[in-house]
């Protein structure tokens, strides 16, 4: 949430306003039916064997990190500022349960009791700092799941779960801090990321890029196809994501206001430009346009307009749609290059997403002083505002990513050495489903119903060639 707007020129009331906070709740369910729609998105791309696999990895970031929030992640990412700027803690969010938390609204500073008044040029969104609080928990759950289509098809369940909740802890809260919160990135080196760009996307895919160096390739990568098994499954994931994504970037507004539908904007033609600009470079390349495709362009412009949303023009958002669509289709093809196994082209489409969202802003940057009600906004390179905030992007960026996968590499490469990370040959080979959760996806029966049966990738079969099939082994 970036405290651009939402001046107060006289001293108002600390009082919850309705307006925001019925915003700020309908984007926090928007934010979390996102993690549901990855898990369908990257379950759409794993081989049938390890479809539940991958709902489950994204499914239990859900209960983990929803947990550990409560307990301490809210107070460590947005509490008052620690180690000068490199991590928060305020003791009332402990819990979440203090009685000046419960009695409080959320104000770009300090918090401030219902009733009590602010000082002129205080801010406040008027929104109780539980819905805040709940908004931003959704960004912590998501980010974690988007790490897991990367190391798809070759990590064991509960290693996962421990890795969930040791990297959100060191990760993923101090980054939030530092760009959200109280931290360096946001007060000291006055950085925009307006919803994620560097926190969510680019920690995310830095993460990932570690995570496929420490846990190696899976078996027959690049020797069997390892096809999508259900595209369907991953439009509707890539729709779920649109849907969901407005909360994540017209809601970091904190307002229903005009910058907000000014992210929504930006928003909409980005993710369209991005969609585009996949598919032309598919056409050129391969010489047909796929529905993979168009999933992942949507995909890669969502993430690039992140954190420039609300700091560009709708032409700005254009811009850095079609050109992040067409640089994360090139990039996922770096895997191969490289030779580093990122199964869901996570890198491809989140870091180098967060990385042209985040740096193209010294571009776009533009100045919306009038629709900011007065606060001016930072010009970029092609506003007449120099290099300086390129300068500042580009250091952002480079710290998160940096951060992010040396820590993760540490993290990863310790669970690893304990024997609880990376699945033996022989369960990755069988399918983690039926080894790691003793249930299948899709189950075909044998037995007659109402005088047909089915079969896997067929239409239903007559009855009297139920058991010729059968002694085929279909």
């Keep these: 949430m970036h405290p651009a707007i939402l001046l107060a020129a006289d001293p108002v009331p600390a009082a919850v306003d309705t307006g925001n906070t019925a915003w700020i709740l309908a984007s926090a369910a928007l934010v979390l039916i996102m ?28 209960a983990v990190v929803g947990v550990l929030w ?45 009733g009590e008044n602010l000082p002129t040029g205080g801010l406040t969104a008027g929104v109780p700092v539980l819905v805040f609080a709940m ?15 990367a190391i ?29 919160g109280t931290g360096w990135i946001l007060n000291k080196l006055k950085a925009e990321d307006f919803a994620g760009g560097t926190a969510v996307h680019i920690n995310a895919g830095a993460a990932a890029l570690a995570l496929v160096f420490v846990l190696g390739k899976r078996v027959g990568w690049r020797r069997d196809p390892m096809k999508p098994h259900n595209v369907p499954f991953v439009l509707l994931g890539a729709s779920l994501l649109w849907f969901g994504w407005y909360g994540f970037n017209a809601g970091s507004e904190g307002a229903a206001d005009g910058i907000a539908g000014l992210a ?59 050109i992040a669509g067409m640089l994360c289709a090139l990039a996922v093809g770096l895997k191969f290059r490289f030779g580093f196994d990122d199964a869901l082209d996570v890198v491809g489409v989140h870091l180098v997403g967060g990385l042209t969202g985040t740096i193209l802003i010294g571009f776009f940057g533009f100045d919306h002083g ?8 930072k010009r970029g390179l092609f506003y007449g505002g120099g290099l300086k905030l390129l300068e500042v992007q580009v250091v952002a960026a480079l710290s998160v990513l940096v951060y992010s996968f040396v820590i993760t590499f540490v993290i990863g490469t310790a ?28 189950s075909f029966s044998s037995t007659l119903t109402g005088g047909l049966t089915h079969v896997s990738g067929g239409a239903p079969v007559p009855a009297e060639r139920t058991e010729e099939l059968s002694g085929k082994g279909v």
């Design 264 to 322: 929504f904007t930006t928003t909409t033609i980005a993710t369209c430009a991005a969609t585009l600009g996949w598919l032309v470079v598919e056409q050129l390349r391969d010489g047909k346009p796929t529905t993979v495709g168009a999933a992942s362009g949507a995909v890669a412009g969502l993430v690039a307009i992140t954190p420039a949303c609300a700091f560009v023009s709708p032409l700005g958002g254009l811009a850095i749609g079609l």
């Design 152 to 180: 798809a098809d070759r990590v064991k369940f509960w290693g996962w779960t421990i890795f969930v909740a040791i990297w959100v802890t060191i990760v993923y809260f101090p980054v939030a801090n530092w760009v959200f």
């Design 415 to 442: 669970l690893k050495a304990l024997g609880i990370f990376r699945v033996s040959e022989e369960t990755e080979l069988t399918g983690l489903d039926e080894i790691e959760h003793a249930e299948s996806a899709y």
């Design 35 to 62: 993690t549901p729609g990855l898990a369908f998105f990257y379950s759409g791309m794993v081989r049938a064997k390890n479809a539940l696999n991958m709902l489950m990895m994204n499914f239990i970031c859900l």
């Design 370 to 377: 009038a629709l900011a009600g007065g606060v001016e906004s």
């Design 70 to 114: 409560a307990i301490y992640g809210f107070s460590w990412s947005f509490g008052a500022t620690r180690w000068s700027g490199l991590i928060g803690s305020s003791a009332n969010f402990y819990g979440l349960g203090n009685p000046d938390v419960l009695s409080s609204v959320w104000g770009f500073g300090p918090i401030y009791k219902i």
């Design 135 to 149: 908004f931003q928990l959704m960004f912590a759950i998501i980010t974690p799941a988007l790490i897991s289509g």
